[in-house]
């Protein structure tokens, strides 16, 4: 049966085909993202000029193109967006009992959790880590969840949200260095409706100029 949501979908990750999705259990429903050929879901994204104002708006719609059933586990292809360069980019993610998971396009017979669900604030979970260089160096990459349950308000509505960032730094000597990512807002059955960098208010956070968000608009789930 096909239902009609007000949603969106944006996912900051340049990934490939070719997962292999190891052996993971089944998801179990909720899901912090739904799954199906078909599903669609229309965005609003907004362009910001250097001085952090927006300066143009349009609309793109995101869908899952086809699914491969992979030693037992089905994965879902779609095209996703992409907030640091061209908007046309495509990724395959699956649903299990401890969240969304993708892979990476680097390490094609890698998959990793890339929303963790049920989730607690403070939770992450390590992706790459490199402590092999010279002595006092290190550097770690992988995702963090920032809070749950948080009232987000889109151009859909009102949704209660987990949010997602990357985390990514690194230490040489004693010189540390990281790097501020913009949050992803999920939606359990929903999926992500926000994406960008976005004060605790709501409001556009003027940290990287220019810059671009995506807010939800309006989806088709089957």
């Known amino acids: ?9 944006a996912i900051p990750v340049l990934l490939a085909a070719g997962c292999n999705n190891g052996t ?18 229309i965005g609003q ?3 910001y000029n250097t001085q952090g104002n927006p300066d143009s ?20 292809y779609m095209n996703v967006f992409w907030i640091y360069g061209a ?19 680097e390490h094609f017979a890698q998959s990793y959790r890339y929303a963790k669900y049920p989730a607690t604030p403070g939770e992450w979970v390590v992706i790459l880590q490199n ?3 010279p002595p006092g160096y290190w550097s770690i990459y992988g995702r963090t969840v920032d809070t749950t349950n948080l009232s987000v308000t889109v151009p859909a509505g009102i949704f209660q949200c987990d949010v997602y960032s990357i985390v990514s730094a690194s230490q040489d000597w004693d010189v540390l260095t990281s790097v501020a990512t ?8 929903v999926g992500l409706v926000q994406f960008g960098y976005f004060n605790p208010d709501g409001t556009h956070n003027k940290f990287a100029t220019p810059d671009r968000t995506w807010q939800l608009v309006h989806a088709i789930l089957h």
């Open 1 to 9: 049966m096909k239902r009609s949501l007000l949603l969106i979908f």
């Open 24 to 41: 993971g259990p089944p998801a179990q429903s909720p899901q912090i993202m739904p799954l199906a050929i078909g599903n669609e879901w």
């Open 131 to 133: 402590d092999s260089g």
């Open 87 to 105: 908007d046309t980019n495509h990724g395959w993610f699956t649903n299990r009992s401890d969240g969304l998971y993708t892979c990476d396009s």
């Open 45 to 47: 994204v907004t362009e």
């Open 57 to 76: 708006t349009r609309l793109d719609t995101l869908r899952i193109l086809k699914s491969e059933v992979v030693n037992g586990e089905t994965w879902y």
């Open 182 to 189: 913009p949050g992803e807002y999920y939606s359990p059955n």
